[in-house]
């Protein structure tokens, strides 16, 4: 916690920029205000803290914030992990490097690799088949 505040107060007092790579989505939440999501070596996501927590569009985003343990859950409620393992990079992939692992995949995800496509103002998606609202507003982070 004090490194953090430490980092904090450099970002304020020099006027200046910070990147975090961290798996930590609390740091995430607590330090960002633009987060970009890698998931292969490219980036899956990307938009303000804020957009990405409350209104995650790449199914990645979304594994992520399900695999995080809630405070608002029961005791014996079970972390959802990401299915599958990542791909092998040893080779560029030529399909949607997260397809094999994604749940609302499409025929196209396994054709070829995503463009980068603004969704709204500011918040970017590498996908063909974005996380739908009411997928996302039904299992967000927080949501009872």
């Given amino acids: 916690a004090q490194i953090l505040q430490l980092l904090r107060d450099l970002v304020s007092e020099r006027d200046t920029a910070l990147i975090l790579i961290t798996h930590d989505l609390g740091v995430v939440a607590g330090m960002c205000e633009r987060v970009n999501v890698m998931y292969a070596g490219m980036f899956m ?42 791909r092998n990079m040893l080779s560029p992939p030529t399909e949607c490097p997260f397809a094999p692992r994604c749940r609302f995949e499409v025929e196209e995800s396994r054709q070829a690799v995503p463009p980068l496509e603004e969704l709204e103002s500011g918040h970017h998606v590498r996908c063909f088949n974005p996380v739908p609202a009411e997928e996302w507003q039904r299992t967000r982070v927080g949501a009872a």
């Fill in 45 to 86: 996501e990307t938009g303000s803290a804020d957009a990405l927590f409350a209104r995650p569009r790449h199914p990645y985003t979304l594994g992520l914030l399900q695999s995080v343990p809630r405070l608002d859950a029961g005791r014996r409620q079970e972390l959802q992990p990401i299915p599958g393992a990542p």
